[in-house]
């Protein structure tokens, strides 16, 4: 299905709904509810009149914000299947638009004068009372009532449109029942009853349209977008910047372990524009075991970082024309870098327990992760004779080779389905001195009987072992793929 905006285009209407509403809702908390019903009439005119200039820029802010929501409605319609439906529903928010952008005009343009002359001229009172009763009737019950049918034109079709998240179909459901009660309210004069669904209809709405624009207003992807993407979960996540800053650390101690898997169990895993770097037939992946020395963001000093364990799985390929490396998942041992990972990186942290032990020549390792998770690893690195010849269960035909191959990658992917966008973090770090070591317990149970790999499908190839190497990750890149 065409469509007549771009997927920026859209979240800017959102944003814009957003952003105007509340200055709109600001003029009412701070100026205009003393201005309108409930209440005396004659006390209300009596603060129009006196606070003329600040009502009228109060009513001024309304403006654009019914300008706001029929564009927010036409993005909502652009993504939605029936686009004759979603055009009539944008037809009535216009109508409705119109209504209300006559009503504050008069406000604006009228209301003061007459609020003027409230105490002193029995018309203009008249006429002031008169107006100020059939404002609630008309733009609250009617042109509200027609921007509330067209919400649930375009909520039906959102139940109907294939992928739309039920989640964010039933939040909609949620808005246009509350905002059909305002209506009714208006409609039989009750303020007191207004005022109180008024906040409820805002505070349910403001924070929808925003996820409504993280969370399908962005699409952009050819085919269908997976539901784990469109989670509540997913789409906040989505609103949070991914690798705002530069970070910076020292990998102290750090070990590669380097799987080879059968590429038809490792592609399902990688994100749609990314290729597999396949050698002697097999698919890469590694597990970086590592002591990370004062994580920090790059402009911070070394004192303000923290020293923390660290296991990612990543998997070796390449995508727009690079090599590089995506990550499946993440561990560490400090909850702060977990949550933060988790939330500012697309590395996928889990807070998991690490622990290492010296015991002369011999390192040991063990991450005892959540039992659902099958990512234990219990290993003693044997680090009294490190070598640069590769094992025998080694495809590589070299030492250079495989360090080639398995190491020097220099940019890290991530793809987001719904936004056919790219996102590219280059890193910049010190020469991988690499020497080879053995595993005297060798269990990794991710790769060996977890979710997606077992014993048949992935082998350990090789060991590396690496010290004292500086690390820095550079600010996210985004490449748009959408043709």
Known sequence: MDKYFSPKTRLSFAWACVVVHVFALLAVLLVLRN????????????????????????WALWLPASLALVLFFAAWADVLEYRAWGVIAVALTLAGALIDWVDETIWIALAPDLAAQFASDAFAASAYALWDRAYVVISMGLA???YTIGGVILTG???KTRGFPKWLASWSTIVWA???DLSIAALIGDGVLIQIVSALVFIAFLPWVVLMGYGWLMQNARGDIPVSRTTFGAVVRSMVPKHPIPMHTVFRECFLVNF????????????????LDVHGGEAYLSIVIA???????AFVPRGFGITHHQVVYRVVGRANGERGVCFLRSDADNALMSIAGDWLTFFRFHTTPIKTKRAGNRLSVDVTAAPRDHADIHATYDLASPQRRLPASSRFASFDQAKEF???????????????ELSVVHIQRGEWNIDVVDDKRAVYEWMQRGPHFNTQNARLDSIFYVRAIPYTWHTLEKVNLAK
Do not use: C, H
């Open 260 to 275: 080879a898997i059968k590429p038809e169990a490792l592609r399902p895993l990688i994100p749609k524009p990314m290729e």
């Open 35 to 58: 201005g309108i019903p409930p209440g005396d009439v004659a006390t209300r005119a009596a603060f129009v009149a006196e606070n003329a200039t600040a009502w009228r820029i109060g």
């Open 406 to 420: 398995l190491v020097q990658l220099f940019a890290a992917f991530a793809y987001d389905p719904l936004t056919n």
């Open 157 to 159: 079709l959102a139940f």
């Open 291 to 297: 002591q990370m020395d004062q994580m920090r963001p």
């Open 144 to 146: 509200n009532g027609l």
């Open 178 to 180: 509350l905002s059909f």
